[in-house]
């Protein structure tokens, strides 16, 4: 045969061949397809499971932990009520002690500056009519009291003198005249006592009432001086407050500007 005859034979012997090899190609494919997509399919279904398997872990562990953390919440909001209730009551005991507190202090402040107050009050107006009998009362009762004494113990000692036997007169007029100048020693202890204590209250009365002077002389010049200070604000507040001609000399800059 000739060179084309042999060319053409060979051609169709690797056309053929090739065919062949595609349609094996094809089938290896369309194989590792199947294969691939069954793989795929299996690879999936694992992925699946596992996916639900870690969900239902995951859903557990998270029941778990919000069940365990309203348990912590629930735990700590008792806590935190109680030491809220215990905080209450003692801020209100506390609360309640201090204001007691503060009540007898200023009740104590309140009465003891209303007795000074009344104290310098009837020290710069002196003893009053009333006052001045009831001292007198006071200072005849104590003299009564102590004449009574005086009488008690005389007629004591006659008794006992009456009774003492065996005691000469000399001796008696002695022990009586002795008795006598121990009772003069004791009235004039008695009225030098009374001159002491009259001055004493004297001396007293006096330095009330100097006292009384003075704190009326301080808020005296206290006021004097608030009052000055409120007539300077009230010239500084004159001053500065624009009179007409101010005005109308603003008001003729601002329409020039």
């Not at 694992?46 to 932990?65: N, Q």
């Not at 710069?124 to 009998?133: C, S, V």
């Amino acid at each position: 045969m000739g060179n084309l005859t042999d060319d053409m034979t060979r051609l169709r012997g690797e056309v053929d061949g090739l065919r062949t090899a595609r349609v094996v190609l094809m089938q290896e494919l369309a194989q590792g397809a199947k294969n691939l997509a069954n793989e795929v399919s299996a690879m999936r279904a694992d992925f699946a499971g596992a996916h639900a398997a870690m969900a239902k872990m995951a859903k557990e562990e998270r029941r778990a932990f919000v069940s365990g953390l309203f348990s912590t919440v629930s735990s700590l909001l008792a806590d935190f009520s109680n030491a809220h209730a215990d905080t209450a009551r003692r801020a209100r005991v506390e609360r309640g002690a201090f204001v007691s507190d503060v009540k007898k202090t200023v009740t104590s402040m309140l009465k003891n500056t209303s007795e000074d107050l009344a104290g310098a009050r009837r020290a710069w107006r002196g003893p009053t009519a009333a006052e001045k009998l009831a001292a007198e009362r006071a200072e005849q009762r104590e003299c009564q009291r102590r004449e009574a004494e005086v009488r008690r113990q005389k007629a004591e000692e006659k008794r006992q003198e009456a009774e003492a036997r065996g005691l000469s007169e000399e001796t008696l007029r002695q022990e009586t005249e002795a008795k006598r100048q121990e009772e003069e020693r004791r009235r004039v202890a008695a009225v030098a006592e009374t001159r002491r204590l009259k001055e004493e209250l004297r001396r007293l009365k006096e330095k009330a009432v100097e006292k009384a002077k003075e704190e009326k002389q301080r808020l005296a010049a206290e006021m004097s001086v608030k009052e000055e200070e409120e007539r300077r604000k009230l010239q500084g507040l004159i001053k500065s407050k624009p009179g007409p001609k101010d005005r109308k000399a603003k008001n003729r800059t601002e329409l020039t500007g």
